[in-house]
């Protein structure tokens, strides 16, 4: 016996279109709301910058020799002593301390050593034994700011600016 009027199973090609049409206006409104703000922007450039900076004072005592930093505002280099020489060489063979970019629309504004403004374009330097000066150095996007804060033991921290 046959019957009659047995449906197939599965989707039809209508059901499949739209199921696929919902899925990118989703994806669309999600994108939309991942935009990174500001403030965002300016954490994860927060974030990049401190793990360098914690890196570089790593590298200074692995490799017995002065780690320096320096800013133009928008990009960064890493740099070592050359003691032979007496001048600072740009560390270009390690990942971690190699030169970079802050994220569009971040910029470092300001830079505090032991209290006293330094101009940007100044070495911040690692000691090999660990230690540093202690310092803020202030990111900001927009109208938003954050500080990056390392201490003399060269423990870095990122902290709301006041």
């Not at 202030?138 to 921290?157: F, K, M, N, W």
Request: hydrophobic residues 50%; glycine residues 12%; neutral net charge.
């Amino acid at each position: 016996m046959r019957r009659v009027g047995r449906r197939a199973r599965g989707f039809t090609l209508i059901e499949i279109v739209v199921a696929c049409a919902v899925v990118v206006i989703a994806l669309g409104v999600v994108m939309i709301r991942f935009d990174f703000s500001d403030g965002r922007r300016l954490r994860l450039a927060a974030e990049m910058l401190a793990g360098r900076l914690d890196a570089a004072r790593d590298e200074a005592v692995m490799r017995g020799q002065a780690v320096a930093f320096s800013s133009d505002g928008q990009g960064f280099q890493f740099w070592v002593a050359d003691r032979e020489q007496g001048v600072w060489v740009a560390l270009s063979d390690a990942d971690l301390v190699a030169a970079g970019r802050l994220a569009d629309g971040v910029s470092l504004e300001a830079a505090r050593v032991n209290g006293a403004a330094r101009p940007l374009g100044e070495r911040l330097v690692f000691s090999p034994g660990g230690l540093a000066e202690a310092f803020t150095l202030t990111l900001a996007a927009g109208r938003q700011s954050i500080e990056i804060a390392g201490d003399a033991l060269g423990r870095v921290e990122i902290r709301d600016a006041p």
